[in-house]
């Protein structure tokens, strides 16, 4: 029988495969702190299913690599925001 840790672990990994999302957002999703999600998904989650982790790291290196063009478009919306204030 799964521990309640374990059972989470297993629920966010299906989620961030599933939805495509990121370790902030599966942490704003289950109510809990981005570390705990991020150790759940890079350390738990390997010793309980190793081909679920498999995929998690994939859509993880997915965001990780287009983090910066993500955070271009976010500063991009603020300042036109800013600039439509005016």
């Excluded at 902030?24 to 702190?33: C, H, L, P, Q, S």
């Excluded at 570390?35 to 990780?64: A, F, G, M, P, Q």
Aim: aromatic fraction near 6%.
């Amino acid at each position: 029988m799964l521990s309640y840790v374990d059972n989470r672990v297993l629920l966010e990994g299906e989620f961030i495969v599933k939805t495509k999302s990121t370790v902030r957002a599966t942490a704003k999703f289950f109510n809990i702190g981005k570390s705990t999600v991020h150790k759940d998904v890079t350390v738990r989650l390997k010793n309980l299913d190793i081909n679920l982790y498999e995929r998690v790291r994939e859509v993880l290196e997915i965001n990780l690599n287009e983090r910066h063009i993500r955070g271009g478009i976010a500063t991009k919306k603020k300042f036109d925001e800013l600039k439509n204030k005016k």
